[in-house]
Protein backbone atom coordinates (compact mmCIF):
# COMPACT_ATOMS: atom_id res chain seq x y z
CA UNK A 1 0.00 0.00 0.00
CA UNK A 2 1.16 3.77 0.13
CA UNK A 3 3.49 5.02 2.31
CA UNK A 4 3.79 8.59 3.16
CA UNK A 5 6.81 10.58 5.21
CA UNK A 6 6.42 13.71 6.17
CA UNK A 7 9.42 16.30 7.62
CA UNK A 8 9.48 17.78 10.37
CA UNK A 9 7.39 16.83 12.88
CA UNK A 10 8.06 20.23 14.41
CA UNK A 11 8.66 23.25 12.54
CA UNK A 12 8.76 26.90 14.90
CA UNK A 13 9.09 30.33 12.53
CA UNK A 14 8.86 34.09 13.21
CA UNK A 15 5.97 35.85 11.87
CA UNK A 16 6.44 36.95 8.39
CA UNK A 17 9.31 34.29 7.44
CA UNK A 18 8.04 31.44 5.47
CA UNK A 19 7.20 27.57 6.41
CA UNK A 20 8.10 24.72 4.62
CA UNK A 21 7.11 21.37 4.98
CA UNK A 22 7.77 18.25 2.86
CA UNK A 23 6.20 14.84 2.15
CA UNK A 24 7.03 12.00 0.27
CA UNK A 25 4.97 9.09 -1.27
CA UNK A 26 5.88 5.42 -2.44
CA UNK A 27 2.81 4.74 -4.95
CA UNK A 28 3.97 6.01 -8.54
CA UNK A 29 -0.01 5.38 -9.02
CA UNK A 30 -0.91 8.17 -6.22
CA UNK A 31 -3.00 11.06 -8.55
CA UNK A 32 -3.52 13.03 -5.96
CA UNK A 33 -2.12 15.31 -2.69
CA UNK A 34 -4.31 17.69 -0.18
CA UNK A 35 -3.09 19.05 2.82
CA UNK A 36 -5.48 19.24 5.71
CA UNK A 37 -4.66 21.99 8.94
CA UNK A 38 -6.06 21.26 12.27
CA UNK A 39 -6.05 23.32 14.66
CA UNK A 40 -5.85 22.54 18.61
CA UNK A 41 -8.52 20.90 19.63
CA UNK A 42 -10.36 21.25 16.01
CA UNK A 43 -11.16 19.03 13.12
CA UNK A 44 -8.34 18.62 10.19
CA UNK A 45 -10.03 21.28 7.18
CA UNK A 46 -8.83 20.87 3.34
CA UNK A 47 -6.61 23.79 3.02
CA UNK A 48 -5.15 23.11 -0.62
CA UNK A 49 -4.95 19.92 -2.65
CA UNK A 50 -3.33 19.13 -6.27
CA UNK A 51 -3.40 16.34 -8.70
CA UNK A 52 -0.41 14.92 -10.46
CA UNK A 53 -1.26 16.41 -13.71
CA UNK A 54 -0.17 20.29 -12.58
CA UNK A 55 3.20 21.01 -11.04
CA UNK A 56 2.31 23.82 -8.87
CA UNK A 57 -1.20 25.63 -7.03
CA UNK A 58 -1.45 28.39 -5.21
CA UNK A 59 -4.00 30.07 -3.18
CA UNK A 60 -3.02 33.01 -1.51
CA UNK A 61 0.14 32.80 0.58
CA UNK A 62 -0.31 28.92 0.35
CA UNK A 63 1.40 26.72 -2.22
CA UNK A 64 1.82 23.11 -3.05
CA UNK A 65 4.49 21.76 -5.69
CA UNK A 66 4.85 18.22 -7.02
CA UNK A 67 7.52 16.80 -8.05
CA UNK A 68 6.21 13.61 -9.70
CA UNK A 69 9.61 12.13 -10.90
CA UNK A 70 11.24 12.57 -7.20
CA UNK A 71 7.78 11.79 -5.79
CA UNK A 72 7.41 14.50 -3.30
CA UNK A 73 4.89 17.27 -2.74
CA UNK A 74 5.67 20.52 -0.27
CA UNK A 75 3.68 22.91 0.92
CA UNK A 76 4.63 26.33 1.47
CA UNK A 77 3.56 29.06 3.79
CA UNK A 78 4.22 32.72 3.20
CA UNK A 79 4.24 35.54 5.55
CA UNK A 80 3.52 33.29 8.02
CA UNK A 81 0.97 34.76 11.11
CA UNK A 82 0.06 33.08 14.21
CA UNK A 83 -3.14 32.19 13.13
CA UNK A 84 -1.36 29.62 10.82
CA UNK A 85 -0.08 27.87 14.04
CA UNK A 86 -1.48 24.58 13.87
CA UNK A 87 -0.80 20.48 13.07
CA UNK A 88 -0.77 19.91 8.74
CA UNK A 89 -1.09 16.92 7.53
CA UNK A 90 0.02 15.93 3.80
CA UNK A 91 -2.11 12.76 1.97
CA UNK A 92 -2.23 10.80 -1.31
CA UNK A 93 -4.24 8.94 -2.97
CA UNK A 94 -5.13 7.58 -6.23
CA UNK A 95 -8.60 7.52 -7.99
CA UNK A 96 -10.42 9.29 -10.07
CA UNK A 97 -12.17 12.40 -7.90
CA UNK A 98 -12.56 10.90 -4.45
CA UNK A 99 -10.59 9.90 -1.44
CA UNK A 100 -11.16 6.55 -0.99
CA UNK A 101 -7.71 5.56 -0.27
CA UNK A 102 -6.09 8.67 1.45
CA UNK A 103 -2.80 7.74 3.45
CA UNK A 104 -2.11 10.37 5.39
CA UNK A 105 1.54 11.83 6.51
CA UNK A 106 1.98 11.62 10.26
CA UNK A 107 1.66 15.40 10.79
CA UNK A 108 3.69 18.48 11.19
CA UNK A 109 3.24 20.82 14.16
CA UNK A 110 4.07 24.22 12.98
CA UNK A 111 4.10 27.20 15.19
CA UNK A 112 5.02 31.06 14.50
CA UNK A 113 6.02 32.92 17.33
CA UNK A 114 5.62 36.63 17.37
CA UNK B 1 -26.08 23.65 7.46
CA UNK B 2 -23.51 21.17 6.05
CA UNK B 3 -22.00 18.80 8.61
CA UNK B 4 -20.81 15.92 9.99
CA UNK B 5 -21.90 14.81 13.53
CA UNK B 6 -20.18 11.65 15.53
CA UNK B 7 -21.76 10.89 18.88
CA UNK B 8 -20.94 10.30 21.45
CA UNK B 9 -17.88 13.47 21.49
CA UNK B 10 -16.40 11.86 25.12
CA UNK B 11 -16.26 8.28 26.17
CA UNK B 12 -14.75 6.35 28.88
CA UNK B 13 -15.49 2.79 28.90
CA UNK B 14 -14.28 -0.60 30.27
CA UNK B 15 -12.36 -3.12 28.37
CA UNK B 16 -15.00 -5.75 26.56
CA UNK B 17 -18.15 -3.53 26.78
CA UNK B 18 -19.18 -3.12 23.33
CA UNK B 19 -19.82 0.27 21.75
CA UNK B 20 -21.02 2.13 18.56
CA UNK B 21 -19.58 5.41 17.72
CA UNK B 22 -22.35 6.87 15.18
CA UNK B 23 -21.73 8.95 12.22
CA UNK B 24 -24.30 10.86 10.14
CA UNK B 25 -23.72 13.42 7.13
CA UNK B 26 -26.60 15.84 5.98
CA UNK B 27 -24.68 16.39 2.58
CA UNK B 28 -25.86 13.30 0.59
CA UNK B 29 -21.75 12.03 0.69
CA UNK B 30 -21.59 8.53 -1.56
CA UNK B 31 -18.35 8.51 0.50
CA UNK B 32 -17.20 7.75 4.40
CA UNK B 33 -14.57 6.94 6.19
CA UNK B 34 -13.42 6.34 9.59
CA UNK B 35 -10.21 7.38 10.89
CA UNK B 36 -8.19 7.53 14.41
CA UNK B 37 -5.50 10.17 15.51
CA UNK B 38 -2.67 8.98 17.56
CA UNK B 39 0.04 10.85 18.57
CA UNK B 40 2.54 10.77 16.25
CA UNK B 41 0.86 8.16 13.69
CA UNK B 42 -1.47 10.87 12.31
CA UNK B 43 -4.16 9.86 10.56
CA UNK B 44 -5.21 6.21 9.89
CA UNK B 45 -7.88 4.60 8.20
CA UNK B 46 -10.09 2.23 9.68
CA UNK B 47 -13.02 1.51 7.18
CA UNK B 48 -14.56 3.56 4.32
CA UNK B 49 -17.95 3.17 2.26
CA UNK B 50 -18.05 4.11 -1.15
CA UNK B 51 -22.16 3.66 -1.22
CA UNK B 52 -24.61 2.13 0.86
CA UNK B 53 -23.84 -1.64 1.45
CA UNK B 54 -20.22 -0.96 0.47
CA UNK B 55 -17.42 -1.16 2.65
CA UNK B 56 -13.66 -2.11 2.94
CA UNK B 57 -11.12 -2.45 5.29
CA UNK B 58 -8.48 0.67 5.54
CA UNK B 59 -5.10 0.28 7.21
CA UNK B 60 -6.04 -0.13 10.67
CA UNK B 61 -9.51 -2.43 10.54
CA UNK B 62 -8.56 -4.88 13.48
CA UNK B 63 -10.93 -4.77 16.47
CA UNK B 64 -13.40 -2.52 14.38
CA UNK B 65 -16.54 -3.47 12.31
CA UNK B 66 -19.02 -0.98 10.66
CA UNK B 67 -22.31 -0.70 8.41
CA UNK B 68 -23.73 1.37 5.60
CA UNK B 69 -27.50 0.79 5.65
CA UNK B 70 -28.50 4.06 4.98
CA UNK B 71 -26.18 6.36 2.85
CA UNK B 72 -26.25 9.24 5.99
CA UNK B 73 -24.99 7.02 8.57
CA UNK B 74 -21.72 4.87 8.87
CA UNK B 75 -21.12 3.95 12.24
CA UNK B 76 -18.18 2.58 14.21
CA UNK B 77 -18.41 -0.69 16.32
CA UNK B 78 -15.99 -1.77 18.42
CA UNK B 79 -17.21 -5.31 19.99
CA UNK B 80 -14.98 -5.89 22.43
CA UNK B 81 -12.55 -2.61 22.98
CA UNK B 82 -9.22 -2.70 24.07
CA UNK B 83 -7.10 -0.22 25.49
CA UNK B 84 -4.97 -0.14 22.49
CA UNK B 85 -8.24 1.79 21.13
CA UNK B 86 -7.78 4.67 23.00
CA UNK B 87 -8.02 7.04 20.75
CA UNK B 88 -9.28 10.14 19.24
CA UNK B 89 -11.79 9.30 16.27
CA UNK B 90 -12.87 10.83 13.15
CA UNK B 91 -15.42 10.66 10.61
CA UNK B 92 -15.68 11.84 7.31
CA UNK B 93 -17.41 12.03 3.93
CA UNK B 94 -16.69 12.90 0.71
CA UNK B 95 -18.70 13.31 -2.98
CA UNK B 96 -17.30 10.15 -4.51
CA UNK B 97 -16.69 11.91 -7.99
CA UNK B 98 -15.40 15.24 -9.00
CA UNK B 99 -12.56 17.65 -8.84
CA UNK B 100 -12.13 17.51 -5.12
CA UNK B 101 -11.52 14.51 -2.79
CA UNK B 102 -12.26 17.22 -0.08
CA UNK B 103 -13.24 15.12 2.88
CA UNK B 104 -15.00 16.66 5.85
CA UNK B 105 -14.84 15.79 9.15
CA UNK B 106 -16.73 15.33 11.87
CA UNK B 107 -15.66 16.83 15.68
CA UNK B 108 -14.06 14.16 16.79
CA UNK B 109 -14.85 10.95 19.54
CA UNK B 110 -12.25 10.50 22.49
CA UNK B 111 -12.43 7.33 23.21
CA UNK B 112 -10.85 6.22 26.21
CA UNK B 113 -11.09 2.54 27.28
CA UNK B 114 -9.40 1.48 30.70
Known amino acids: GENVEQHPSTLSVQEGDSAVIKCTYSDSASNYFPWYKQELGKRPQLIID???NVGEKKDQRIAVTLNKTAKHFSLHITETQPEDSAVYFC???WGSGTASKLTFGTGTRLQVTL | EAQVTQNPRYLITVTGKKLTVTCSQNMNHEYMSWYRQDPGLGLRQIYYSMNVEVTDKGDVPEGYKVSRKEKRNFPLILESPSPNQTSLYFC?????????????FGEGSRLTVL
Open chain 2, 92 to 104: ASSVLAGDTGELF
Open chain 1, 50 to 52: IRS
Open chain 1, 91 to 93: AAS
